[in-house]
């Protein structure tokens, strides 16, 4: 595709006007239209229909370890709070179980190319137990050659050493992912997550140390207690580690689904303005030290990955995030793990009991899923531009799956327009690309082409985090 998007420009008076909820769109459809009418039968069908295409693509494995040993107030993941190191050798061998009776349903010649263990804290288990996770896998799949793989995992710092990480890079990892959030000790304390700087900074030189070709950092803006001042002090730390890639999530205040953040008080949280102030911050500091905006809440260094990916117009995105592993089916393993195989998304039950439950009796733990037709197919792949590039070539699209892009979209041509008319994108001789303003609320660009967002939301809609 070639041209690259221009760098974000921060506009408050822009950025309050568009806050509003909105998809994260790691996948199209969402997860909220996943349907209990498809099951394991279904993805049996899916499963089988992606190996006997002409080029049957390769593969991505995704592995949740849902444990934490304490709850972080903020966090709206799906986790098991416990100190019980023994749950985690029973969940792996359930988790075997599950592994033994997925990968038969795969030809034996489809490459793994990405592996990715998240969570949770991934950390939970032992670098030996990980190490058996991953042979049990690379027993089950063929696995591409190491150099050219993507083998990451999340880490929190505080709960891994510098030995932990040799014996992780030893098993194939090449990619850390590490949870900071903020170093400030007052946010640190109102989120009950303390971590020092020397800890956590030990973490990074010892992933760089063993080879790892990536390393991530993730922080949050919008905490308790997060004042300008401090949170410059974090990016000054930040930078100055040189992580290959940070993310900046901003932080949604959901108590009423997330039972942790109720212990987070309403009067510690920024304002609306002091929030929007720690963004703008974040992406100052950030693109001042050199990192590109890859979109969302995602900076890289321009010589990784994800940004020559950008470049050359083949950057992905899905439930892992941002990837440059475009084309491939994902295989989701664990407690609430989606997969998306061929044209269908299913996911595994959210809670543990469940999900074994379905192990004991031999089934593949499939709680709801969906098939994908082929408007699903085509508004996915135009999202996907959106969120990846921030832009759009009608023609390109219309050549593609045999429409007049203009008849097609008739709907959400108005609503492009009143977004141009605001400034956040300008019409194209081909479509339309997002302006520097327009590329922080990408977002809202792609929720002109979400066919099952609602015009007037009901009370019982799924909510979704806010879009700043």
């Known amino acids: 595709?070639?041209?690259?998007?221009?760098?974000?420009?921060?506009?408050?008076?822009?950025?309050?006007?568009?806050?509003?909820?909105?998809?994260?769109?790691?996948?199209?459809?969402?997860?909220?239209?996943?349907?209990?009418?498809?099951?394991?039968?279904?993805?049996?069908?899916?499963?089988?229909?992606?190996?006997?295409?002409?080029?049957?693509?390769?593969?991505?494995?995704?592995?949740?370890?849902?444990?934490?040993?304490?709850?972080?107030?903020?966090?709206?993941?799906?986790?098991?709070?416990?100190?019980?190191?023994?749950?985690?050798?029973?969940?792996?061998?359930?988790?075997?179980?599950?592994?033994?009776?997925?990968?038969?349903?795969?030809?034996?010649?489809?490459?793994?190319?990405?592996?990715?263990?998240?969570?949770?804290?991934?950390?939970?288990?032992?670098?030996?137990?990980?190490?058996?996770?991953?042979?049990?896998?690379?027993?089950?799949?063929?696995?591409?050659?190491?150099?050219?793989?993507?083998?990451?995992?999340?880490?929190?710092?505080?709960?891994?050493?510098?030995?932990?990480?040799?014996?992780?890079?030893?098993?194939?990892?090449?990619?850390?992912?590490?949870?900071?959030?903020?170093?400030?000790?007052?946010?640190?304390?109102?989120?009950?997550?303390?971590?020092?700087?020397?800890?956590?900074?030990?973490?990074?030189?010892?992933?760089?140390?063993?080879?790892?070709?990536?390393?991530?950092?993730?922080?949050?803006?919008?905490?308790?207690?997060?004042?300008?001042?401090?949170?410059?002090?974090?990016?000054?730390?930040?930078?100055?580690?040189?992580?290959?890639?940070?993310?900046?999530?901003?932080?949604?205040?959901?108590?009423?689904?997330?039972?942790?953040?109720?212990?987070?008080a309403l009067e510690d949280l920024p304002s609306a303005e002091d929030k929007l102030a720690l963004l703008q911050c974040a992406i100052e500091r950030l693109g001042a030290a050199g990192y590109v905006y890859i979109g969302m809440d995602h900076f890289a260094l321009p010589e990784d990955e994800l940004a020559r990916a950008q470049a050359r117009g083949d950057l992905h995105r899905n439930f892992m995030g941002y990837t440059t592993h475009a084309d491939s089916d994902l295989i989701g393993f664990g407690v609430s793990a989606i997969s998306h195989i061929g044209d269908s998304f299913s996911q595994n039950p959210r809670d543990i009991a469940s999900w074994e439950r379905a192990i004991d009796d031999g089934r593949l733990p499939v709680w709801r899923g969906m098939p994908l037709d082929r408007d699903d197919v085509l508004r996915a792949e135009v999202i996907q531009e959106l969120m990846c590039h921030g832009r759009l070539d009608y023609a390109r699209v219309g050549r593609r799956y045999g429409i007049d892009f203009a008849e097609y979209f008739a709907d959400a041509l108005p609503r492009l327009q009143a977004l141009a008319d605001d400034g956040l994108l300008t019409f194209t001789r081909v479509g339309f690309q997002a302006t520097a303003k327009g590329r922080l609320l990408l977002r809202v660009i792609a929720m002109c082409f979400d066919r099952y967002l609602p015009a007037t939301p009901a009370p019982d809609a799924p909510r979704f985090s806010r879009t700043v």
């Open 1 to 264: 595709m070639g041209k690259v998007s221009p760098s974000p420009l921060f506009d408050a008076d822009l950025l309050r006007r568009y806050d509003t909820p909105g998809p994260r769109y790691t996948s199209y459809p969402t997860a909220p239209q996943f349907s209990g009418n498809f099951g394991a039968q279904q993805l049996r069908e899916h499963a089988r229909a992606s190996n006997q295409q002409e080029h049957a693509r390769p593969l991505s494995l995704y592995v949740h370890i849902p444990f934490c040993t304490s709850p972080c107030f903020y966090c709206g993941c799906n986790r098991v709070i416990t100190r019980d190191k023994a749950r985690g050798e029973v969940y792996l061998d359930y988790l075997y179980r599950e592994i033994a009776r997925m990968a038969p349903l795969f030809d034996s010649g489809r490459p793994v190319v990405q592996l990715h263990f998240g969570g949770g804290t991934p950390n939970f288990l032992t670098p030996a137990q990980i190490a058996d996770c991953v042979a049990e896998l690379r027993s089950q799949f063929s696995f591409a050659p190491r150099e050219t793989m993507d083998f990451s995992i999340e880490l929190d710092p505080r709960f891994v050493t510098p030995d932990d990480i040799a014996e992780l890079a030893k098993v194939g990892f090449n990619r850390a992912s590490l949870g900071v959030q903020d170093f400030d000790p007052k946010v640190q304390k109102a989120v009950n997550r303390e971590q020092s700087v020397e800890d956590t900074l030990a973490i990074v030189a010892a992933c760089r140390e063993h080879g790892m070709r990536s390393v991530n950092i993730d922080l949050i803006y919008g905490l308790p207690k997060q004042t300008r001042a401090g949170f410059e002090r974090t990016l000054d730390i930040v930078v100055q580690a040189r992580p290959d890639r940070i993310a900046v999530y901003s932080y949604a205040h959901l108590p009423q689904l997330f039972k942790p953040q109720q212990r987070i």
